[in-house]
């Protein structure tokens, strides 16, 4: 069962596509479609094996999109928004984006940094004094800074020991963060080497919200979303937004369940800077547009071109940036996974080709970056 979106004010233009001519076809999208039909074996054979996907697995669905520069040249539902109601995924679905929320944080330091507020090297203690509370701190280390933050490698542990740290109302992440440093331990020398932490990203956050002089949430909105455009991309889904919210499935070890994932919806803990969006792949197609320098970005230039060059120590091509996952081909992108939502965020910074897959179950997980490799080969191909 597939769904085409049948209203989407952001698709109604014609496409063109100069340099990938050869590669797609599209149309422009219209309510009736609200899809193109791109001639492209990669998208035909991808699009053949979603198909059946949610045939194989009616749990949920998926939206898929490729992304030429900032253009949304296919998109498409595929399984259920909400299979109970018989709701269709479709091009406006909304889905938790999950880490893929740490891009957008990593873009508000690079905003307070252009702005002079912060400095990527400033200690973080500089605007939050609690991070002193640090269990098991290196005797002589350097201090956390900003940058190491952003970048993972501050030497902190993923999570804190706090129980219920990713529990509770929305409008406390900021308590939850703070009762979470001193349950969280390091495990490595500040800036020694790459470590992922969500409660890293949840400090930077407070961090900056502290810095700004503003609550986070609303320093994201202003910054980012407004500026793109980004009509249903939200931290709290509101009566406007709610009726196109898909519902997150996630399998348990008693069958399927939905109400962990519904429980998250009124809060996460600590869970917002490192977690907290909801957004659509049309939104997310405007986000990708500004990161990969296709349309006028939400920062500076040399900002971004630095938020998406790799900051890890680590030898190899593969490494981290700024919010931003740097994978072995070359890659940008973020990926995320939370109770009952997963979501794929890839682009090729060569040939600003991308793709976005969000998901309310499991389908089309980990697919994304095997269509994007694919579409980069046909692209280069026709060339």
Request: net charge neutral; proline share 6%.
């Amino acid at each position: 069962m597939i769904h085409r979106g049948p209203r989407v004010q952001a698709l109604r233009r014609a496409l063109p596509l100069a340099a990938l001519a050869l590669v797609f076809c599209a149309c422009a999208i219209d309510d009736a479609t609200a899809t193109t039909s791109p001639r492209s074996a990669a998208i035909e054979d991808y699009r053949q094996r979603m198909r059946a996907n949610p045939a194989a697995d009616t749990v949920g669905g998926a939206t898929v999109a490729v992304i030429v520069g900032d253009r949304v040249v296919w998109a498409e539902g595929f399984g259920w928004a909400d299979r109970e109601k018989r709701i269709p995924a479709s091009v406006e679905t909304i889905y938790r984006i999950g880490s893929l929320t740490k891009t957008f944080t990593a873009v508000v330091l690079m905003q307070l940094v252009e702005r002079g507020i912060v400095q990527l090297d400033d200690p973080v203690e500089k605007y939050l004094p609690e991070i002193r509370g640090l269990a098991s701190p290196r005797p002589g280390a350097k201090p956390v800074t900003l940058r190491m933050l952003a970048s993972h490698t501050a030497g902190i542990v993923r999570e804190p020991q706090l129980p219920g740290a990713a529990a509770g109302p929305i409008a406390e992440w900021e308590k939850k963060v703070l009762a979470s440093i001193p349950t969280t331990a390091f495990d490595a020398d500040p800036g020694a080497r790459y470590q992922y932490s969500n409660i890293g990203y949840g400090i930077l956050g407070l961090t900056l919200s502290r810095a700004a002089k503003k609550p986070f949430m609303q320093t994201v909105e202003e910054g980012v979303f407004e500026p793109l455009e980004m009509h249903s991309s939200t931290f709290i889904i509101d009566e406007r937004l709610q009726r196109w919210l898909s519902v997150g499935y996630e399998r348990g070890a008693n069958g399927i369940d939905t109400a962990t994932p519904a429980l998250e919806h009124a809060g996460r803990g600590y869970k917002v800077p490192n977690g907290g969006i909801y957004s659509t792949v049309v939104d997310l197609a405007r986000f990708m547009g500004a990161l990969s320098g296709a349309t006028k970005g939400v920062t500076t230039e040399p900002l971004r071109v630095m938020m998406e060059t790799r900051q890890t120590p680590e030898p190899g091509a593969a490494g981290y940036g700024f919010g931003v996952q740097i994978s072995q081909e070359g890659f940008l992108g973020h990926g995320g996974s939370v109770a009952g939502y997963t979501a794929q965020f890839d682009f090729d910074p060569a040939t600003k080709l991308g793709v976005i897959v969000l998901s309310n179950g499991r389908a089309g997980n980990g697919s994304g970056s095997q269509l994007l490799q694919a579409l980069v080969q046909e692209a280069r191909g026709a060339r």
